[in-house]
């Protein structure tokens, strides 16, 4: 009775679908656009206490995300760049670089509102941690060919390396809605930003670049079914 906190022990089990927009953080400056890419993995939520107005839950992911950069290629007057021998410049130089990842988040989560039946808003944050499972190229960037007019960055490396760090690490902070109903489970929609704290390329002085960390704009759909509920006619 002298608790604050109103006791859980609810489990809950599923998977979700998300898009992902990614990019990598280079310094020198590598002009990007975000790649697009899917995630998709199993998802476990343990809830253990409503504090106050607060539904306190760990939630722990297992996620296979195709992550990466799309660069910009252009030359100083913001216009594509082209080799010499396209005159009639049908393929402009593109390059992009899809990498796949597992990646494992583990947040904690606030949620406001309904836990059984009705809308909860949330919020989580917590580390995250990938492991490089391939990766893939689609360019028709040429290594030393003449182009017709001359690329604004000259910052090339990235196009030629393959990964070399195949461990990730960062921080994860996402906030959504959730909308449950009794014996059908828990349907969430969530927008999630990751900021990577690990380089994809060794940053030494004699290496390329000083920093290659990713970062992704994560937008997922997750669906939970209750595996160990409270028992508690109070909770709604």
Request: proline share 3%; with cysteine.
């Amino acid at each position: 009775m002298a608790q604050v906190g109103e006791y859980r022990n609810d489990l809950a089990v599923g998977g979700s679908v998300g898009y992902v927009m990614s990019n990598v953080g280079f310094v020198p400056d590598v002009p990007q656009g975000f790649l697009k890419g899917m995630t998709a993995g199993l998802s476990v939520r343990y809830t253990c206490e409503k504090y106050f107005m607060s539904v306190c839950s760990i939630v722990a992911e297992v996620n296979i995300t195709q992550t990466g950069w799309k660069e910009d290629i252009l030359d100083v007057d913001n216009e594509p760049v082209y080799y010499i021998d396209d005159p009639n410049k049908t393929s402009p130089l593109s390059y992009e670089r899809k990498v796949t990842y597992l990646q494992i988040p583990f947040l904690a989560r606030l949620g406001w509102g309904r836990e059984r039946k009705g809308l909860q808003g949330f919020f989580q944050a917590g580390p995250q941690i990938g492991f490089y499972l391939d990766e893939s190229t689609k360019s028709n960037v040429v290594i030393g060919k003449k182009t017709a007019n001359t690329r604004a960055s000259q910052v090339v490396a990235q196009d030629s390396m393959a990964i070399q760090n195949k461990f990730d690490y960062g921080i994860a902070v996402g906030a959504g809605i959730e909308f449950s109903l009794p014996k059908m489970g828990h349907l969430m929609l969530e927008g999630r930003y990751y900021y990577g704290l690990g380089n994809i390329f060794k940053n030494s002085k004699s290496d390329y670049f000083g920093k290659s960390n990713y970062g992704q704009i994560v937008i997922k759909a997750t669906y939970l079914f209750d595996i160990v509920r409270t028992r508690n006619s109070k909770i709604k």
